[in-house]
Structure formats: C-alpha cells, structure tokens
C-alpha cells in the first residue's frame, strides 16, 4: 500500500488543523491505520491509531479529548482532526498502515507516508 499525507500547517495555539492519507491498493479496509509524529531533535512518537473496520481507536495520553482519528474505507483515506493545538504537537505528521495484528499503539509500521509539517505558533 501507498500513502500519501496532507493538510499540514502552520495555526496559532487553540487553533484546528484536519490532517488527510490517502492510500493506494485494493485492500486498505485489512490495515489498522495510524498517525505517529516527529518534533526537531526528538525521537518517532505515535499519537494515533484506528482498526480495520474503525470501531476501536487508540490516542497518545497528552492529545487525548484533542485530536480524533477516523477513516472511510471506501474512500481509503484516515483522517486525524486536530483541535486546541499546543506549541508542543509541532512535529512532522506520518500517517502508517500495519498488515499484521491488532496492535493499536507503537512506531513500528509496515508502510509509511511521506510526512506532513504541522507547526503551531503560541
């Protein structure tokens, strides 16, 4: 599977940003689906993740009740709605597909998107 990331940017503290992956393929419905991120001078940090058929999602504990990860299978896209953006979620955004299990949290992926820049001013 192929994936593409965007709708990063740059927004003030408090401010809203939806973040879109569309995937390539045939089969996106058989991938648990995830968003991890990257901040200047840190290491890989999942933030996001959501099962096969959507109902069971799993969040980083500081951007819980803040962000929202969703998919639509037949669009093959996940999504991750982010809102009250601190200066601390700035980080590079990489959307991830896992083939394997029902793991829903980690950094360990099969197949990664290029990135997204997200940038939150205070």
């Known amino acids: 599977v192929q994936l593409q990331a965007f709708g990063g940017g740059t927004v003030q503290a408090g401010g809203s940003l939806r973040l879109s992956c569309a995937a390539s393929?045939?089969?996106?419905?058989?991938?648990?689906m995830g968003w991890i991120r990257q901040a200047p001078g840190k290491e890989r940090e999942f933030v996001a993740a959501?099962?096969?058929?959507?109902?069971?999602?799993a969040y980083l504990d500081s951007v819980k009740g803040r962000f929202t990860i969703s998919r639509d299978n037949a669009k093959k896209t996940v999504y991750l709605q982010m809102n009250n953006l601190k200066p601390e979620d700035t980080a590079v955004y990489y959307c991830?597909?896992?083939?394997?299990?029902?793991?829903?949290?980690?950094?360990?992926?099969?197949?990664w998107g290029q990135g997204t820049q997200v940038t939150v001013s205070s």
């Open positions: 393929g045939r089969t996106f419905s058989s991938y648990i």
């Open positions: 959501i099962s096969r058929s959507g109902g069971g999602t």
């Open positions: 991830a597909a896992r083939a394997d299990g029902s793991r829903l949290s980690g950094i360990n992926w099969n197949y």
